[in-house]
């Protein structure tokens, strides 16, 4: 497969049904902005969304949506936006505006039974994750902030698959109610990206056609 330039996180709106990033917004610590400070890779991609009822997924497609991420890696420190547009003409709005962005930052601790330990900071929540030393299979975790007892989620888990060498992403976000140890399935967005990287063109990759 063709590579091209692009988090990913996990990650990535409340991107998923029924949360608004607006009335939470998470900082970056940083105050300078270089253009090339670091690794960075764009995932570009679809979600397919699935709503939990009756104990079977069935899809609601008026909640698909399209999205980049800018993942910039840091060493041991990823920082990632997520941005996504809501395609379907019939979406309700109930998660949100159609267009949303999100901010992930992700930390890299301790290694701990061949898993690396991660604390996420972001603006759907703060939580944790583990993965692999290559980053390819992920885990992560994170818990919306005061959520009310009448919310059908309170906590998001992201899976996430890095294919690196067919420059794919596979990843699965799930929105969970969890209440006394117990899990209850609400919804669930299936993505898929491609990944691009800094690159070079030997020329203008489209011309105006007559």
Not at 48 to 53: F, G, L, T, W
Not at 152 to 161: D, E, W
């Amino acid at each position: 497969m063709k590579k091209v330039i692009f988090s990913v996180a996990t990650i990535t709106a409340m991107i998923f049904a029924g949360c608004n990033t607006s009335k939470q917004v998470t900082v970056p610590l940083s105050r300078s902005v270089e253009l090339d400070d670091t690794y960075t890779i764009i995932w570009n991609g679809i979600s397919k969304a699935y709503r939990y009822d009756n104990g079977q997924w069935l899809r609601a497609e008026s909640y698909d949506y399209q999205f980049d991420v800018v993942q910039k890696r840091y060493d041991n420190h990823w920082k990632s936006v997520k941005s996504l547009h809501r395609t379907h003409p019939d979406y309700d709005g109930k998660a949100g505006g159609r267009d949303q962005t999100m901010y992930f930052e992700v930390a890299y601790k301790n290694l701990i039974d061949g898993k690396v330990q991660a604390t996420i900071n972001s603006s759907l929540g703060n939580g944790t994750g583990s993965t692999d030393t290559e980053f390819r299979k992920s885990e992560l975790t994170m818990y919306v902030p005061n959520a009310s007892r009448f919310m059908p989620y309170n906590k998001f888990r992201i899976t996430q698959n890095y294919d690196y060498e067919n420059g794919i992403l596979t990843e699965t976000v799930e929105l969970i109610k969890e209440k006394d140890g117990k899990e209850t399935p609400f919804m669930k967005n299936e993505e898929t990206a491609l990944i691009f990287i800094k690159s070079k063109l030997d020329k203008a990759p489209t011309t105006f056609k007559q």
